[in-house]
């Protein structure tokens, strides 16, 4: 293998020195690649056959640092639970550097569980091997559901043991990025008063992701209008799969409009707006229904650093227009939230046009009755796509009056219907439909089973026919089928999810 199979060109350590701190990974006694992500390495011009082996161990277990490679420490604060920490950083990471992917985009390679840092506080700076696992199973599954997300290239067990609330295996995690940049970047300088500092930021961030604003005079509202955009179609996205992240702090909210951090979350069964699976979550603050809210207030946070840049002078007056515009997008929120989750209910109600009171009306009673009747919320949506192809039998069997969804259905069709009411057109939306609506999302039961079945025992098997499964999400074959059953209702009751930390 040649002496560095990467091609780094490190933007961050380069334009922005000062905003981390340079540093190496803790070598390990014994680098084992327990997966690799071949297709990832291939779509970043990687050779995975020359990494996929001990060499490549080597690297992702950060005991070879590649030539090119600037390994640092990213600083950055944040707002947990509502909480503001002014200084957080990348206590068990370490962003390697950035490639230049074949069709010309920037991604972070990262190491995560790579040893203490300056920012690690009280931490040892490790990490084990089943949330690292869980960050591959989670990741995956969002991308192959298409939602924007880092991702996993690597994970390596280290032949080191970690301690939490008992002894467990140790593991790092390569992940890539189409950035680390997060709102608590931000808050770092600004809590500073740095206002220099974040300027330099915004400018490289808006290089990075919005290149189309350079040098215009509101450049730095355009940011803040772009994230807030990415943010809304990100959550929506969420919301239309049932995915609860569990963690939303402000250290994980990306500028990239990227899922980042696969800690406490959690894909709901039982359909409950107010469902928390977070062991730490003690409030609901990260509940299902509050994540669209609480993004918002996240972007708030993100204005009020940006304000002395939108202002552009420091006058009375000019802060105070500045905090109109900024509010301006902050209460714009709603509405590209809004816009974006209807697009989506739409597509899963298999609606082609657009009439947003009724399909807003829809959708909503659609979810009330899922809530009503305690029914799974990804096998609802993809029995309403048999009901659509003219079987309704296995829709009305999840509910707990099989006869409720009447009137519903009888709307539905209405709707639908004056789209197009032929058996071909109904035939044609059913598969439309089984294309948006997953048949297999990665079920807490059975993440949890091949988590326990690698971390305990070394048995790789149930994950990685968990991965295949959850990759092929809108597949319902026999060979899916184990995955598409909810747990029993009293596990799911007191199923709890962890940080992982």
């Not at 990262?110 to 869980?134: H, I, N, Q, Y």
């Not at 807003?360 to 799974?376: E, I, S």
Request: glycine share 10%.
């Amino acid at each position: 293998m040649p002496a560095s199979p990467f091609q780094f060109d490190n933007s961050y350590a380069r334009e922005l020195p000062g905003f981390s701190v340079p540093w190496q990974p803790a070598a390990v006694p014994a680098p084992d690649l327990l997966y690799f992500n071949r297709e990832l390495a291939f779509e970043l011009g990687l050779d995975p056959d020359g990494l996929d082996g001990p060499d490549g161990a080597a690297i992702f277990a950060g005991n070879r640092v590649p030539e090119g490679a600037e390994p640092l420490a990213q600083a950055y604060a944040g707002h947990q639970f509502g909480g503001f920490s002014p200084q957080l950083g990348d206590g068990r990471a370490l962003l390697l550097g950035e490639v230049i992917d074949p069709s010309g985009a920037r991604r972070d390679l990262m190491l995560k569980g790579s040893g203490r840092t300056p920012f690690s506080r009280r931490g040892d700076g490790k990490a084990a091997v089943g949330p690292m696992l869980r960050e591959v199973l989670i990741g995956e599954a969002m991308h192959a559901l298409g939602l924007p997300t880092t991702r996993a290239l690597a994970v390596t067990a280290t032949g080191e043991t970690v301690y939490r609330e008992r002894p467990l295996p140790g593991a790092i995690l390569t992940r890539v990025a189409a950035s680390h940049l997060r709102v608590g970047t931000f808050e770092f300088f600004s809590a500073r008063r740095e206002t220099d500092r974040v300027r330099q930021l915004a400018d490289y961030a808006i290089a990075r992701h919005d290149p189309d604003l350079l040098g215009t005079d509101d450049r730095y509202l355009g940011l803040l209008r772009r994230v807030a955009q990415r943010q809304a179609t990100l959550v929506a996205g969420w919301m239309n799969v049932g995915f609860i992240h569990g963690v939303m702090n402000t250290d994980n909210v990306a500028i990239s409009g990227e899922t980042i951090d696969y800690g406490p979350c959690a894909f709901l069964e039982a359909y409950d707006p107010d469902a928390v699976f977070s062991s730490i979550d003690h409030g609901g603050r990260y509940a299902y229904r509050n994540q669209p809210p609480v993004t918002r207030w996240n972007l708030a946070r993100l204005a009020e650093t940006l304000l002395p840049l939108i202002a552009g002078q420091d006058s009375k007056e000019a802060m105070s227009e500045a905090t109109r515009q900024a509010t301006g997008v902050i209460d714009a929120f709603p509405g590209w939230y809004e816009g974006a989750l209807l697009t989506g209910q739409r597509a899963k109600l298999g609606l082609r046009g657009e009439d947003d009171a009724t399909d807003r009306a829809l959708a909503g009673d659609w979810l009330t009755l899922l809530h009503d009747h305690r029914v799974d919320f990804t096998l609802g949506w993809r029995r309403l796509a048999d009901a659509a192809g003219g079987n309704e039998g296995p829709l009305r069997a999840l509910l707990t009056d099989p006869q409720a969804p009447d009137a519903w259905l009888a709307r539905w069709r209405v709707r639908a219907g004056s789209e197009g009411n032929t058996a071909a057109d109904w035939s044609e939306r059913a598969n439309l439909m089984r294309q948006v609506n997953p048949a297999v999302i990665p079920r807490n039961h059975r993440v949890e089973e091949a988590l326990t079945a690698a971390s305990d025992h070394g048995d790789l098997g149930p994950f990685r026919r968990l991965l295949a499964a959850v990759q092929r999400p809108y597949d319902e074959t026999s060979e899916q089928a184990a995955y598409l059953e909810p747990a029993r209702a009293e596990v799911t009751a007191c199923y709890r999810t962890f940080c992982g930390t």
